[in-house]
């Protein structure tokens, strides 16, 4: 079975830090543009952050540049959202997306499920003291 499965998200203070995995079984993501995603009810899902399978580029949406990261490790299937300094405002279901896209940035542009993605079900980030 092809899936994705998110992990890591919980509750944190704001200021603090959380490392979210994604994880795929039965494909490999190593040809896959990736993307984090995170949608908040009521609001449009957003793209948080990107990163092409074709050349490692990276996106950002502004509001998480300089705070958040993603990163890859293929030995293990699994890609990373590390998100430090965390704000109320970044509280949101987080979704890992995998798409047969080239360009990070055109696919952080992306929110709406395309034919031949692969989402997961998605973890839940909340910021709060």
């Known amino acids: 079975q092809l899936q994705l499965v998110e992990s890591g998200g919980g509750l944190v203070q704001p200021g603090g830090s959380l490392r979210l995995s994604c994880t795929a079984s039965?494909?490999?993501?190593?040809?896959?543009?990736i993307g984090w995603f995170r949608q908040v009810p009521g609001k449009e899902r957003e793209g948080v952050s990107c990163?092409?399978?074709?050349?490692?580029?990276?996106n950002y949406a502004d509001s998480v540049k300089g705070r958040f990261t993603i990163s890859g490790d293929n030995a293990k299937n699994t890609f990373y959202l590390q998100m430090n300094s965390l704000k109320p405002e970044d509280t949101a279901v987080y979704y890992c997306?995998?798409?047969?896209?080239?360009?990070?940035?055109?696919?952080?542009?992306?929110?709406?499920?395309?034919?031949?993605?692969?989402w997961g079900l998605g973890t839940q980030v909340t910021v709060s003291s």
């Open positions: 039965g494909f490999s993501l190593d040809t896959w543009t």
């Open positions: 990163i092409s399978g074709n050349d490692d580029t990276t």
């Open positions: 997306v995998a798409r047969q896209l080239t360009d990070a940035e055109v696919m952080c542009r992306m929110p709406r499920m395309t034919p031949g993605d692969y």
